[in-house]
Each structure stands twice: as structure tokens, then as C-alpha cells.
């Protein structure tokens, strides 16, 4: 049996990692996903990559399929070379490759609660998690999910869990300040906003 097991961090630079720790673990980066905050502009849309020189850009190509280019260039790039630029309702433009990314934009036209929220219920993330995620996302952070087999699942959540964000209490925290669940119409965080939040929590860029 596969499960979806996610976590959150403050910085893209520590998901980034664990993208890399579940990849040398054994998880196909098929089954991997990574969606970032890119409020603060740490993705450089500016460069064009081009590896398999078919004249697209394949951080574009990596996100919109939902696999990365890893399988075109004979799966040695990784799911990280196939990062490239979504729209997800409340989160705006984010950086984004992997099957949860792909499923989120396909379930964002008729998601009443938002694309991100959509798709991590349909994975199996419990409702309250999937707002928590959604909005981490939103106030600057970066989620990374992986599907894995069941029976491999606490190996793979240690692989996740180093630097990542205590979910229960950066909700209860939000909660504190009068949040209550991830709204799709709400504005995401700018720059500056996603620099204060960091701050609070000592999440800063890395």
C-alpha cells in the first residue's frame, strides 16, 4: 500500500535537501514533490534550461508533467532539475515540480477550498494538514511530499524531518492570530511579508 507522507520548511534551501536525502534513499523522484513560495524571487525565471534541446524549457516541461526531466535524460537529473513556475489559486506563482504540483493545477478549476488543498486530500492528507500546508506555502515556505510504500514509511519520514516545521504548532500559533483555514482568495504573502514571517520562526533564506 502507498501512502503520501509531507512536511514544510521555513526555506527552500532545506526542502531542497530533503528532496535530495528521499532521492539517495531510493524514492523515484517520480514520487517526489516540491512546491515553493517564490515570493522573494530565489527562482531565477530568467535563465533558460534546455538540456534535452528540444527548445522548451525543461523546469517548465518538469512542472507541467508532474515528472521532472529526469526521465529524459536518462533519470540522472533528479526530481529538483524539473522545477519551473505555476499559477496555484491563494499561493499565486509558485515553483513547483512533481505529481502533486500537476494534480494540484488539474484539480484547481473546480477545487472549492483551492488546487493545493485538492490535491493533498485526494493523496490521503487529512483536511486540517492540507490547510496548514496550503498556508505555510502561502505565508513563504516550501512543502515536499513523496509517495512511498507503507511499510517504509518511518524511514522515509526521518529522511523528512530533518528541518522541518512543526505543523501542530505553527497552526496553533496562525490560530492565535485569528487564522482559521487556508482561503484560495486570500493574497500570498510578498516579499517582505515572507520575510517577517521567517523571522518570526527563525526560518530565514538558506
Not at 485526494?122 to 513523496?146: F, K, M, N, P, W
Request: proline share 2%; hydrophobic share 40%.
Amino acid at each position: 500500500m502507498t501512502v503520501t507522507i509531507s512536511r514544510l520548511y521555513d526555506n527552500h534551501a532545506d526542502a531542497r535537501q530533503a528532496v535530495q536525502r528521499l532521492e539517495t534513499a531510493g524514492v523515484p523522484h517520480s514520487d517526489i514533490s516540491l512546491v515553493a513560495n517564490n515570493s522573494d524571487g530565489w527562482f531565477n525565471t530568467d535563465k533558460k534550461v534546455d538540456r534535452d534541446r528540444d527548445g522548451t524549457d525543461d523546469r517548465a516541461e518538469g512542472a507541467g508533467t508532474g515528472a521532472g526531466i529526469g526521465a529524459g535524460v536518462g533519470g540522472a537529473a533528479g526530481l529538483l532539475a524539473g522545477l519551473g513556475l505555476l499559477a496555484i489559486p491563494g499561493l499565486g506563482p509558485v515553483v513547483a515540480a512533481g505529481w502533486l504540483a500537476a494534480t494540484a493545477v488539474g484539480a484547481a478549476a473546480g477545487a472549492a477550498t483551492g488546487g493545493i488543498v485538492g490535491a493533498l486530500t485526494q493523496a490521503g492528507v487529512s483536511e486540517a494538514d492540507a490547510h496548514s500546508y496550503a498556508e505555510g506555502i502561502r505565508r513563504g515556505g516550501t512543502l515536499v511530499s513523496a509517495r512511498v510504500a507503507e511499510a517504509d514509511r518511518s524511514r522515509f519520514e526521518t529522511a523528512l524531518n530533518e528541518s522541518a516545521v512543526n505543523l501542530r504548532d505553527r497552526s496553533a500559533a496562525w490560530q492565535k492570530t485569528g487564522w482559521k483555514s487556508f482561503d484560495p482568495a486570500s493574497k500570498p504573502y510578498g516579499a517582505d511579508e515572507v520575510r517577517k514571517e521567517r523571522a518570526l520562526y527563525g526560518g530565514g533564506v538558506r
